[in-house]
Structure formats: structure tokens, C-alpha cells
């Protein structure tokens, strides 16, 4: 029987779930998006907001981030968690602030409402700041990492660095000219979570690009690492020559001739012999010289599984 082999496992514990956390981010930012401009400040428009935000904003995004950790995503893991605690902040704020909303505006005719008490729920002014200094600095720095990526994703983070440049200007200098740069800003970033998200569900579900990413915006020195191309190449000749042929042996001029043509002028007997070895290949000699060669089953089936994904469904 042909054996699935298993030689480099590379199994992630969970699914990809960034986009979990991307799209719990835009319905987060869809809840925000009316309040933002100036629609829905009642008690009940806020505290709806409230639930949104926990649940799709913290919820999401804390669960995509414990699994991008597990998955050992670092940088994944890292904005999705802790943007996610930012989001529960969220809640507690619109939640607080329709709690004092409901004091301050106590029923006609009633007992006076009592402001200090309404007061006392809302969010510290100077509390909120001093985090918001802090979360833009760690979201510009983040943003460069971001960078290595993909332009998308740097623009991503951009705009939440402008959402949170925004918001301690606004912190210092108290004025409202910024409320609609902040909420057009809420909803590019909306925009820009759904496309990222839908770009990870649906392209690898299309076999193409139907949500464009675009490439890195910074390179970092390539790293050491094996190249693959010449035996990829020698497999590639081997297994077309095999559907054609069967087992019928190949010429060593004719498939040095090939895989040159491929990968440019390299000797591929170093390869050929570790193949063999690793019985990949059935080679025929002559007063030790290879003359003809051929894939074995062993051969077929890893070329099968490392290139074709044959156990892949």
C-alpha cells in the first residue's frame, strides 16, 4: 500500500482565524460608524453599540487572537489580542456613559437627578488619554512591522494610527472639528477589515486573486535557506516523462538537457545521487556513468504528495 508520508509536519492548531477577527473589527466599526456621526446618543443606541462591541470587537478578535498565538503567528496574535481588550473598553465606556446618560436625564416631575453619581460612570478623561498616547505609539511601531507584509496591512494599521492620532489631539485640545475625519476613519477601517478578510476566505477558495493584496512595502535580508528549485525541477521532468512513458526509462542527456533548461546551466548529479539513495529514482550506469533514469513509485507518490497535495482536500 502507498504510505502518506509526513516529512516535514508542518500542522497549524486552528484554522486560519484572522479573518474571524478582522470581521468581528468591521462590525465593530459598523456599530460605531451612526454614534460616531452623531447618530443613535440615547441610552439605547449606546448600549446597543455596547453589546456590538463586546461581542464582535473583544470577542472575535480575542478568540482570533489566541488562535493566531497558538498558530504561532506573532504579529497576528499580537494586535488582534490586544485590540481586543481595547474593544472591551469600548463597551464599558458606551455602557457607563448611557448608564449616566439615564441618571442625568431622571423622569419629569421626579426627584432631582443626582449628577454627581452620573458623574462618577462616566470614563476618566485623563485615565483615557494617557492609555491612548500609549496605544498610538505601539500602533506606529507595529504599523513599520506591518510593512513586511503587505501594503494593505500597513495602510490597515495606518489608519488606526490616524483614528488614535485623532483622538489625543482631541484629548489635548478639546474641539469637535475632528469628529468626522474620526468617523470616516471608522469606516475605512471597516472597509479595510472586510477586504483583508474576504481576501483570506475567498481567495484560496477561488484559486485566484478576486480580493487583491497587494505585495510587501518593505523587504527584510533573505534568509538562508535550501533551494529547491533543481530538484524540483529534476521531480518535475521525471514525473512528466513517467505520465507519458510509464516506466520506461529517460536518457540522462535528455533529462539534463530539461531540467537545464529550467534552472539554468547546474549539474544535477549531487541531486540525482541523493535520489537514488533515497530510492525516488531507479538509475542504470555504465562503466559508471548514469545512462538512463526513471521515478520509482516511491518517487511518484512523493511528488505527488509534495507538489501535486494529493492528501490535501
Not at 211 to 228: E, L, S
Not at 263 to 275: E, M, R
Request: a neutral charge; proline letters at 5%.
Amino acid at each position: 500500500m502507498i504510505k502518506k508520508l509526513d516529512l516535514a509536519p508542518k500542522h497549524e492548531a486552528f484554522a486560519e482565524a484572522t479573518p474571524l477577527g478582522l470581521i468581528g473589527l468591521a462590525i465593530g466599526c459598523a456599530a460605531l460608524t451612526p454614534i460616531a456621526f452623531g447618530y443613535g446618543l440615547t441610552p439605547a443606541g449606546l448600549k446597543t453599540a455596547a453589546m456590538f462591541c463586546l461581542l464582535f470587537g473583544g470577542g472575535c478578535q480575542l478568540l482570533a487572537g489566541l488562535m493566531n498565538f497558538a498558530n504561532k503567528n506573532l504579529f497576528g496574535g499580537t494586535v488582534l489580542t490586544a485590540f481586543s481588550f481595547n474593544w472591551i473598553m469600548n463597551w464599558w465606556a458606551l455602557h457607563s456613559t448611557a448608564e449616566a446618560l439615564i441618571v442625568m436625564h431622571a423622569t419629569p416631575g421626579g426627584p432631582a437627578p443626582d449628577m454627581w453619581l452620573a458623574g462618577t460612570m462616566m470614563p476618566d478623561h485623563t485615565i483615557l488619554l494617557a492609555t491612548d498616547v500609549v496605544s498610538l505609539v505601539l500602533f506606529l511601531v507595529i504599523t513599520y512591522g506591518f510593512g513586511f507584509f503587505s501594503k494593505l496591512l500597513a495602510l490597515f494599521l495606518l489608519d488606526i494610527d490616524l483614528l488614535y492620532a485623532c483622538k489625543v489631539y482631541r484629548g489635548f485640545v478639546p474641539t469637535h472639528a475632528l469628529d468626522i475625519p474620526i468617523a470616516v476613519l471608522t469606516v475605512i477601517l471597516g472597509l479595510i477589515a472586510l477586504w483583508i478578510a474576504f481576501a483570506t476566505l475567498i481567495n484560496p477558495t477561488a484559486g485566484r486573486a478576486v480580493f487583491p493584496i497587494p505585495g510587501p512595502m518593505f523587504h527584510a535580508p533573505k534568509k538562508a535557506a535550501f533551494d529547491w528549485s533543481l530538484r524540483n525541477a529534476m521531480f518535475t521532468v521525471l514525473f512528466e516523462h513517467w505520465s507519458v512513458y510509464a516506466f520506461k526509462t529517460m536518457s540522462f542527456e535528455d533529462l539534463k538537457l530539461r531540467v537545464q533548461a529550467k534552472v539554468g546551466d547546474k549539474s544535477i548529479l549531487p541531486d540525482l545521487a541523493y535520489l537514488m539513495e533515497l530510492g525516488a529514482v531507479v538509475v542504470t550506469t555504465e562503466e559508471e556513468k548514469v545512462v538512463n533514469i526513471r521515478l520509482s513509485a516511491s518517487g511518484i507518490d512523493l511528488y505527488e504528495q509534495l507538489i501535486l497535495k494529493k492528501y490535501e482536500f
